[in-house]
């Protein structure tokens, strides 16, 4: 085998750095053997490195704002990834500039930027409040002074009225599972029987446990966002779809399920304490949202129903007719788990041919 020899010229192996004053000299840290000698002006000034806001930096700030939103606001798992995705393409169009440097001129090139990439108006503004609460999030850690970020307002958004399905849809939808086409009628149907019933949202109904559903009392715990649970009646048509999903079909879906051991489950009920969810997958997975949002879909076209119909066209279709059947704002408020009422009052839009009953009924020249 042939030795290579590696040559490296004189001048790159060493040097003397030496600095003259007027009383003493200053040698460089570095062991240098020649005696090359580089004076330098005393006069000049010293070097200032200028600090860049590098991708690390950035990466570090971002993820510890994550954190901020997850473990002291309380947020849950999809706001959070929606905050990632909004802080990522403010990263990416921040580069290299300083986030201390920004001023309200800069946000208002930022809003810019994100127009460029025709984002809806809604998008726009989800953007601007995540960069608010960042700014704040800046703020409290002491990094920002103060946040300029809170003079950046968003433009006031059309109030969309929701799409909603009729009564016959509805029940229509409700039975569009069948035994011959289907695997898991039953347990698409105990899904479909609990959209409409409660009003959940998609999310909320794939994290439903076992625990949650009451269904001898005819009742269920829903987790909405930032973990906060509500109680949800239950109608009997659904209490009698899920039981016959339990009944049925649970068991032969959880004996496919296979453990990372690669052995399957010895007995059900071993199976029913390692597996809490309500509703799971073929192989007897948690079921994803993307998952049940597919199912939504296939079974709208089965009847069909509007293609942009959604697991969320079922939560307003159940808010629109509680309205409609006399249901008190307020408590399809509280059933829905709305914050503020204003979000819930855009389901009386629909309701305009009962307030004219109302309104002929009551009023004097109605």
Request: proline share 4%; net charge positive; glycine share 4%.
């Amino acid at each position: 085998m042939k030795q290579l020899r590696l040559t490296i010229p004189r001048r790159m192996v060493s040097w003397r750095f030496t600095k003259k004053t007027e009383s003493k000299s200053i040698e460089s840290p570095y062991n240098f053997a020649d005696n090359g000698c580089m004076k330098f002006n005393p006069r000049r000034r010293a070097l200032q490195v200028k600090r860049v806001e590098t991708q690390s930096g950035q990466l570090t700030r971002l993820e510890g704002f994550l954190r901020y939103i997850a473990h002291e606001r309380q947020l849950a798992e999809n706001s959070i990834a929606a905050y990632r995705r909004d802080m990522e393409h403010f990263f990416r169009w921040l580069g290299t500039r300083k986030l201390e440097k920004l001023r309200i001129g800069d946000f208002a090139d930022y809003v810019a930027w994100l127009e460029k990439r025709h984002l809806a108006p809604s998008s726009r503004a989800r953007h601007i409040a995540s960069l608010r609460t960042f700014y704040q999030y800046l703020q409290l850690e002491g990094v920002m002074p103060d946040n300029p970020a809170k003079l950046l307002g968003s433009a006031k958004l059309w109030e969309r009225i929701p799409q909603i399905l009729t009564h016959e849809q509805v029940a229509k939808l409700l039975v569009a599972p069948e035994e011959v086409s289907d695997k898991l009628w039953r347990r698409d149907r105990a899904i479909l029987e609990f959209f409409y019933a409660t009003g959940c949202r998609c999310s909320e109904l794939v994290n439903l446990k076992l625990q949650d559903i009451h269904d001898s009392e005819g009742y269920c715990l829903c987790t909405g966002k930032g973990n906060k649970q509500r109680t949800v009646p239950l109608g009997q048509r659904a209490i009698i779809a899920f039981r016959q999903w339990m009944n049925e079909e649970r068991a032969t879906v959880l004996s496919r399920r296979v453990e990372k051991s690669l052995s399957y489950f010895a007995n059900t009920e071993e199976s029913e304490s390692k597996v809490p969810w309500a509703f799971l997958s073929f192989k007897g997975y948690k079921m994803r949202r993307e998952a049940m949002w597919n199912l939504i879909k296939k079974y709208a076209d089965r009847i069909g129903a509007p293609a942009e119909v959604s697991p969320h066209t079922l939560r307003h279709s159940f808010a629109t007719h509680m309205l409609v059947g006399g249901a008190d704002l307020r408590q399809v408020q509280e059933i829905l788990g709305h914050e503020s009422i204003v979000t819930t009052q855009i389901y009386t839009h629909h309701n305009m041919e009962h307030l004219k009953k109302i309104h002929a009924k009551c009023h004097p020249r109605g």
